[in-house]
Nanobody
Framework: QVQLAESGGGLVQPGGSLRLSCEIL????????MGWFRQAPGKEREVLAG????????DYIDSVKGRFTISRDNNKDTVYLRMRNLTPEDTAVYYC????????????????????WGQGTQVTVSS
């Protein structure tokens, strides 16, 4: 079982950028597709993006396409979410998630059905 540790959240001004990191701890030899989610106050958690094990396949929800970029560095067991042109509506707790995949699915990105979750990192967009 893996553990996920997010970092990089904080306070940023509207129009600013931020990069979140998610370290995968205890991975062993398993393959994991990864995703980023967020939950704003009073709202349900929503998916933002998913990335395949090797990072070749990425998927985004329409509302963040062009502003958010998901990437990963398997040498560091770390997944990233680069966010730009942030607005107050992006204020939320951001979570990363891992989905155990078999080799046949190593090039698939997922937006649902994740197995493990991090504790989240707060992102606040405010002037």
């Amino acid at each position: 079982q893996v553990q996920l540790a997010e970092s990089g959240g904080g306070l940023v001004q509207p129009g600013g950028s931020l990069r979140l990191s998610c370290e995968i701890l205890g991975r062993t030899s398993n393959m994991y597709a990864m995703g980023w989610f967020r939950q704003a106050p009073g709202k349900e958690r929503e998916v933002l993006a998913g990335i395949s094990w090797y990072g070749y396949t990425k998927d985004y929800i329409d509302s963040v396409k062009g502003r958010f970029t998901i990437s990963r560095d398997n040498n560091k067991d770390t997944v990233y979410l680069r966010m730009r042109n942030l607005t107050p509506e992006d204020t939320a707790v951001y979570y990363c998630a891992a989905k155990l995949v078999f080799p046949v699915d190593r090039n698939r990105a997922y937006l649902t059905d994740y197995d493990f979750w991090g504790q989240g990192t707060q992102v606040t967009v405010s002037s």
